[in-house]
């Protein structure tokens, strides 16, 4: 009788412990291809550039440089992964580049690994216009991340002749007549 008792208990344990395998055998499985799917290639469609920026700020209003430098972050989540080109996308609206029409600068696929002060090299940027951008990347084998959300900064004043305001002076009272007698500073010889 007694042996029949440890029977059912080794039994029961027997198979809890099988399907304590089972369900740890399937674990590891899909964490080895949870990590297998990630370092490939499908992992990188969703990794667009994060954090762009545009002479160091995002979103810039009234920047007056001729010629912005471009900063962005490659968010590639895979091991060693690192950028070898890049394609900026310079556009007058953000349909624009919804459009996949870039009219005012479309870098082309540029092979570099920069992606900190990228010079905009576009046709001459206008006083008081905003620009949006995006930017995509390439990685090590070969594929291209999906373009970035679309970003923008704004050019300031570029010229003497953008500027059409007078100087604001409050209204001086002549009543001392200082205005009238045409003032002279007072020197000291030593």
């Keep these: 009788p007694m042996s029949e008792g440890w029977n059912a208990i080794v039994t029961t344990i027997y198979s809890r412990a099988c399907k304590f395998r089972s369900l740890a055998f399937l674990f590891t499985i899909s ?19 994060g954090h762009l920026q545009c002479e160091g700020m995002q979103e810039p209003l009234g920047i007056d440089i001729t010629r912005p430098r471009l900063s962005w972050q490659l968010r590639d989540s895979r091991r060693g992964a690192r950028q070898a080109g ?12 919804a459009q996949n029409r870039a009219e005012v600068w479309d870098s082309g696929r540029v092979d570099s690994d920069q992606s900190i002060n990228v010079p905009y090299t576009g ?25 970035s959300q679309p970003t923008w900064w704004e ?14 002076t409050p209204d001086m009272p002549l009543e001392l007549g200082d205005y009238e007698a045409a003032p002279k500073w007072i020197w000291i010889a030593n």
């Design 123 to 147: 046709s001459a940027l206008e006083s008081r216009r905003r620009y949006y951008w995006q930017v995509r990347v390439w990685d090590a084998q070969g594929q291209a991340s999906p373009y």
């Design 31 to 49: 964490l080895v291809l949870g990590a297998f799917l990630s370092s490939s290639a499908w992992a990188f469609e969703d990794n667009a550039p």
């Design 86 to 97: 890049y394609e900026v996308r310079v556009a007058g609206s953000p349909e624009g580049l």
């Design 155 to 168: 050019m300031g004043l570029l010229s003497a002749q953008d500027w059409k305001a007078k100087w604001i």
